[in-house]
C-alpha cells in the first residue's frame, strides 16, 4: 500500500492534500505531514513531523530519519521579498530536501514527486501573458525578466527525476480559493473580510476595490480541495507522468459575476455607480516594462500592441485595511462575535489587491489535463461559499446569513 510525504503539511493547498490522502486509508495507509508547526488534528493515518526545509541538509536528513514514502506532494513555500530572494530560497528549500532524502538512501523507494508550484509560470505577476495559458507556453527569459522560482525548482525537479529514475507532476494553480491560518497569498478571507467589515460599516454598500477594467475581464480559479483531488489522481496517473498540468477549476468567472454574490451573502449592495464616484483612494502603478506576451508578440501577429500592463485599484486595499475608521470597526466585530483577533491584520491586503486589479484576462487552459484523463471541476462561486462557510466554523469570519438569489433590474 502505497506512502506519501506532504511538505507544505499546514498550507492552503498542502493542507488539502494531507486531507485527500487521509480520506483514503485503505489506499494510502501512511502519510507523513511536514511543516514547522502543526495546527490541525489530523485522521488517523495521517503522522506530522517536523521539518525546517530552510536548514541544511545533513540537518534536514537526521529530521527526516523516520520518514521514507513511495510519493512526495512538494507544496512548501516561503514567501520573500524579491524574485531573486524567493528563488534563492524555495529552490533551496526544494533541493536540500533531495538531497537529505539521498543522505538517508530512501530515494530507491520513491516512485513519482509532484511539485505545486502556480501561473506565475507565465509571468502573470508581471503582466498580461498569451489566453489561454498554455503549458507548452515558453519560459521567460531570464534576464530580462527577474528569476522565477518555479523555474529553479522545475530545474531542480527534473535533475533529480533524471539522476534518480524517478517519475515527475507539476501543477500550475491560479488564484487559489482555500482556507489555511496565516498562510501568505488568501483571497477568500482577505474578501470576506472586506465584506464583513463594510457591513459592520452600516453604508449598506460593498464597493468592488479592484479595477474597472478589470471588474468584467476573465479570470480562473483553483479550489485548493480539488487540486489536492488532481494531485492525488495525477500521481498514479500513466498520463500525467512526467508532465507539467495547469489546474484550475473549469469554468471562467468575472468579478462583476462574482462579486454581486459576495455583496449578497453580506446582506449589502453593489454600489450601481461604483466606478464613477471620487475614488480618493485609487491606486495606479506599472507591472514589469514589457509583459510576459511581449515575446510572443511578432508570431501572435501582436508587435506593437503589447504595451506594459498596469494593477489598477478603485481603492487600494493595504491602505484600506490601515484606516482607523476600517481597524474600529473590526475590533468591534472581532470583540461582538468572538472573532480570531489577529485575521484582520494576517489578512494578504497587499497580494488581493493584484488580483483584483490588473488590467487583463487570466484564462488557464485545462485542454492538456484533460486529454490526460481528468474530469474535475468545482463551481467558482460554490468554492468560495464552501471556503467561507469554513471561514465561519473556524471564527475568521463572522456568521453570514445572505443569500445571492438572482439578478435584479
Ligand atoms: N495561495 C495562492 O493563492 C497560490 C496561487 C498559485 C500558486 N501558489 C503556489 O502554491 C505553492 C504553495 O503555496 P501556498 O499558498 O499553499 O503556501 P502557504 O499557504 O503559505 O503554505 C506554505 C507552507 O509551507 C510551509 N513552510 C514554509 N516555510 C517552511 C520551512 N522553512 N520549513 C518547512 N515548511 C515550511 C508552511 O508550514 P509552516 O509555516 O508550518 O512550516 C506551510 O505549510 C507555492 O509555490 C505558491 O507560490 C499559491
Redesign the pocket.
Given at each position: 500500500m502505497p506512502t506519501a510525504i506532504v511538505?507544505?503539511?499546514?498550507?492552503?493547498?498542502?493542507?488539502e492534500i494531507v486531507y485527500e490522502l487521509g480520506r483514503h486509508p485503505q489506499e494510502w495507509t501512511t502519510v507523513h505531514a511536514?511543516?514547522?508547526?502543526k495546527?490541525d488534528a489530523y485522521p488517523p493515518t495521517i503522522v506530522h513531523n517536523y521539518?525546517?526545509?530552510?536548514a541544511d541538509a545533513q540537518e534536514m536528513a537526521k529530521e527526516l530519519k523516520d520518514v521514507s514514502a513511495d510519493y512526495i506532494f512538494f507544496?512548501?513555500?516561503?514567501?520573500k521579498d524579491s524574485e531573486e530572494d524567493n528563488t534563492k530560497v524555495?529552490g533551496d528549500?526544494l533541493e536540500n530536501f533531495f538531497k537529505a532524502l539521498e543522505i538517508n538512501n530512501t530515494v530507491s523507494q520513491i516512485k513519482r514527486v509532484i511539485l505545486?508550484?502556480?501561473?506565475?509560470q507565465y509571468g502573470v505577476h508581471l503582466g498580461r501573458a498569451k489566453n489561454p495559458m498554455v503549458e507548452s507556453d515558453s519560459w521567460l527569459p531570464e534576464p530580462p525578466y527577474p528569476p522565477n522560482f518555479?523555474y529553479r525548482q522545475q530545474r531542480i525537479l527534473h535533475a533529480f527525476a533524471a539522476k534518480h529514475n524517478v517519475d515527475w507532476v507539476v501543477t500550475y494553480?491560479?488564484?487559489?480559493v482555500g482556507f489555511?491560518k496565516g498562510?501568505?497569498?488568501?483571497?477568500a478571507a482577505t474578501i470576506g473580510l472586506y465584506a464583513a467589515v463594510h457591513k459592520e460599516l452600516g453604508t449598506g454598500e460593498l464597493p468592488f476595490p479592484g479595477g474597472a477594467a478589470f471588474y468584467e475581464m476573465f479570470d480562473s480559479f483553483?479550489y485548493s480541495p480539488l487540486h489536492a483531488e488532481f494531485c492525488v489522481w495525477a500521481m498514479t496517473a500513466p498520463g500525467a507522468r512526467n508532465q507539467a498540468f495547469n489546474v484550475v477549476n473549469g469554468d471562467v468567472e468575472t468579478w462583476s459575476n462574482l462579486w454581486p454574490k459576495l455583496a449578497a451573502r453580506y446582506e449589502l449592495k453593489v454600489p450601481a455607480d461604483q466606478f464613477a464616484r471620487p475614488a480618493p483612494d485609487a491606486s495606479d502603478v506599472p507591472m514589469a516594462d514589457n509583459p510576459p506576451i511581449s515575446i510572443m508578440a511578432k508570431s501572435l501577429g501582436l508587435q506593437g500592441r503589447t504595451p506594459q500592463s498596469r494593477i489598477e485599484q478603485t481603492i487600494d486595499l493595504a491602505k484600506w485595511s490601515q484606516k482607523p475608521e476600517v481597524k474600529a470597526a473590526w475590533d468591534r466585530l472581532a470583540e461582538r462575535e468572538g472573532l480570531e483577533k489577529d485575521a484582520f491584520e494576517k489578512a494578504t491586503w497587499m497580494f488581493t489587491g493584484f488580483v483584483l486589479s490588473r488590467n487583463f484576462h487570466t484564462i488557464v487552459s485545462m485542454s492538456k489535463a484533460r486529454a490526460a484523463g481528468w474530469t474535475g471541476y468545482h463551481d467558482t462561486w460554490d468554492s468560495f461559499e464552501k471556503v467561507f462557510d469554513q471561514m465561519e466554523k473556524e471564527k475568521i469570519l463572522p456568521k453570514a446569513t445572505g443569500r445571492f438569489i438572482g439578478w435584479s433590474l
Amino acid at each position: 500500500m502505497p506512502t506519501a510525504i506532504v511538505t507544505g503539511a499546514t498550507g492552503i493547498l498542502g493542507r488539502e492534500i494531507v486531507y485527500e490522502l487521509g480520506r483514503h486509508p485503505q489506499e494510502w495507509t501512511t502519510v507523513h505531514a511536514l511543516s514547522r508547526s502543526k495546527k490541525d488534528a489530523y485522521p488517523p493515518t495521517i503522522v506530522h513531523n517536523y521539518i525546517d526545509l530552510t536548514a541544511d541538509a545533513q540537518e534536514m536528513a537526521k529530521e527526516l530519519k523516520d520518514v521514507s514514502a513511495d510519493y512526495i506532494f512538494f507544496a512548501a513555500y516561503l514567501q520573500k521579498d524579491s524574485e531573486e530572494d524567493n528563488t534563492k530560497v524555495n529552490g533551496d528549500m526544494l533541493e536540500n530536501f533531495f538531497k537529505a532524502l539521498e543522505i538517508n538512501n530512501t530515494v530507491s523507494q520513491i516512485k513519482r514527486v509532484i511539485l505545486v508550484t502556480g501561473c506565475k509560470q507565465y509571468g502573470v505577476h508581471l503582466g498580461r501573458a498569451k489566453n489561454p495559458m498554455v503549458e507548452s507556453d515558453s519560459w521567460l527569459p531570464e534576464p530580462p525578466y527577474p528569476p522565477n522560482f518555479y523555474y529553479r525548482q522545475q530545474r531542480i525537479l527534473h535533475a533529480f527525476a533524471a539522476k534518480h529514475n524517478v517519475d515527475w507532476v507539476v501543477t500550475y494553480p491560479n488564484e487559489v480559493v482555500g482556507f489555511a491560518k496565516g498562510n501568505f497569498m488568501n483571497l477568500a478571507a482577505t474578501i470576506g473580510l472586506y465584506a464583513a467589515v463594510h457591513k459592520e460599516l452600516g453604508t449598506g454598500e460593498l464597493p468592488f476595490p479592484g479595477g474597472a477594467a478589470f471588474y468584467e475581464m476573465f479570470d480562473s480559479f483553483t479550489y485548493s480541495p480539488l487540486h489536492a483531488e488532481f494531485c492525488v489522481w495525477a500521481m498514479t496517473a500513466p498520463g500525467a507522468r512526467n508532465q507539467a498540468f495547469n489546474v484550475v477549476n473549469g469554468d471562467v468567472e468575472t468579478w462583476s459575476n462574482l462579486w454581486p454574490k459576495l455583496a449578497a451573502r453580506y446582506e449589502l449592495k453593489v454600489p450601481a455607480d461604483q466606478f464613477a464616484r471620487p475614488a480618493p483612494d485609487a491606486s495606479d502603478v506599472p507591472m514589469a516594462d514589457n509583459p510576459p506576451i511581449s515575446i510572443m508578440a511578432k508570431s501572435l501577429g501582436l508587435q506593437g500592441r503589447t504595451p506594459q500592463s498596469r494593477i489598477e485599484q478603485t481603492i487600494d486595499l493595504a491602505k484600506w485595511s490601515q484606516k482607523p475608521e476600517v481597524k474600529a470597526a473590526w475590533d468591534r466585530l472581532a470583540e461582538r462575535e468572538g472573532l480570531e483577533k489577529d485575521a484582520f491584520e494576517k489578512a494578504t491586503w497587499m497580494f488581493t489587491g493584484f488580483v483584483l486589479s490588473r488590467n487583463f484576462h487570466t484564462i488557464v487552459s485545462m485542454s492538456k489535463a484533460r486529454a490526460a484523463g481528468w474530469t474535475g471541476y468545482h463551481d467558482t462561486w460554490d468554492s468560495f461559499e464552501k471556503v467561507f462557510d469554513q471561514m465561519e466554523k473556524e471564527k475568521i469570519l463572522p456568521k453570514a446569513t445572505g443569500r445571492f438569489i438572482g439578478w435584479s433590474l
